[in-house]
């Protein structure tokens, strides 16, 4: 591990770029970007995610149709706000 990645994933969470499935089935930004579900549905058609992308600082979070396809990441008994 290089001194960037040790910085990178300092939390302990590495997330590659894996891209995202669109509804055609081809795959879409794959090496540049990676998108996460969210547990929040936004309707019936629509849920939250969560995006990372090369070229940005910042983390967006906007709904998306559920016809995509996006990572998942489970997380068991995590309190963000404990000591």
Not at 26 to 36: E, L
Not at 38 to 51: I, L, P, Q, Y
Not at 56 to 65: D, F, H, P, V
Request: glycine share 8%; net charge positive.
């Amino acid at each position: 591990m290089t001194d960037d990645e040790e910085i990178l994933n300092s939390s302990g969470f590495t997330l590659l770029s894996g891209g995202n499935r669109l509804p055609s089935n081809n795959w879409s930004v794959r090496g540049v970007s990676s998108t996460i579900w969210n547990s929040t549905e936004s309707g019936v058609d629509e849920a939250w995610r969560r995006g990372f992308n090369n070229s940005r600082t910042n983390i967006y979070y906007q709904t998306r149709e559920k016809s995509y396809g996006h990572s998942v990441r489970c997380v068991k008994n995590l309190n963000f706000y404990a000591k």
